[in-house]
């Protein structure tokens, strides 16, 4: 579903992704740790080209991000209209919820696939409430953001990337905004994905998630990827020294 090859970014003189590469299957999820610092979030951010990359290759569902390949096999930046079509099949949620404050949940919900996918209005209604649904807001539809917790506005978040149905769920430190007692109640919907079978990235430091949901753990230092293996291995016998250290300091 994703595959990730060689990637490589910089801002100026800071080279942040080294010559990474990943691939996740349909339905896995790939959980990825690592310090603060160390790329995974402008990793996760280059996946739906928010970031372009410098060099590499990346596919999703097997077409290219970003670029296209030329009748002579030359790559060349892809048009916007292409880039836009295929966002809409790559759902991400950002640690901030930047739900449109003057918006009810199920109106938030609902933008997207009116706007973006020029769904019918009564169309796009019955997902956005089966959506809500889904993520236990039902009774929150007609509430504005600001009627809602962190965990609540989190949730909607997540209903309004679902909103466009997409192959593909990156989740960018979904927690890492909210009050710990909310914590819970996002990762349980997350957790509800991945028994559903979505594929998804997601960027965490939630530890205990990442052992119960992850079938791939990936930790990340100073822009490279140092270790790719199961949720065991890595918390119970990681490989490379530098895991080790990370985790010894986090559990």
């Known amino acids: 579903m994703i595959v990730a090859e060689k990637v490589n970014k910089s801002f100026g003189k ?5 010559d990474v590469s990943l691939t996740v299957q349909q339905g896995e999820v790939v959980v990825i740790i690592g310090p603060s610092g160390s790329g995974k979030s402008t990793f996760l951010r280059c996946l739906n080209y928010l970031e372009p990359i410098d060099n590499g290759y990346i ?22 209209k292409n880039l836009y079509r295929l966002r809409s099949r790559i759902g991400m949620v950002f640690q901030r919820f930047n739900l449109f404050p003057h918006q009810t949940a199920l109106q938030n919900v ?76 996002v990762l349980e919907v997350i957790k509800d994905l991945a028994r559903d079978g ?41 490989g490379h020294p530098r895991t080790r250290e990370f985790l010894s300091k986090i559990l």
Do not use: C
């Open 110 to 185: 609902m933008e997207g696939p009116i706007t973006v996918s020029r769904i019918p209005v009564s169309e796009a209604k019955a997902r956005a409430e089966a959506l809500l649904a889904k993520v236990g807001l039902a009774d929150k539809a007609q509430a504005y953001p600001v009627q809602l917790s962190g965990g609540q506005q989190q949730r909607v978040a997540i209903a309004r990337a679902l909103a466009m149905q997409p192959k593909v769920m990156l989740f960018d430190e979904p927690t890492s905004a909210l009050d710990p007692e909310l914590v819970g109640e």
């Open 14 to 18: 800071l080279h942040v992704l080294k």
């Open 59 to 80: 596919t999703v569902d097997g077409q290219p991000v970003g670029k296209r390949r030329l009748p002579n096999g030359r790559l060349v930046d892809d048009s916007r």
């Open 198 to 238: 979505m594929t998804m990235v997601v960027v965490t430091h939630e530890m205990g998630f990442a052992r119960e949901v992850a079938d791939r753990v990936v930790f990340m230092d100073e822009g490279s990827i140092l270790e790719d293996t199961t949720p065991q291995n890595i918390f119970t016998r990681p």
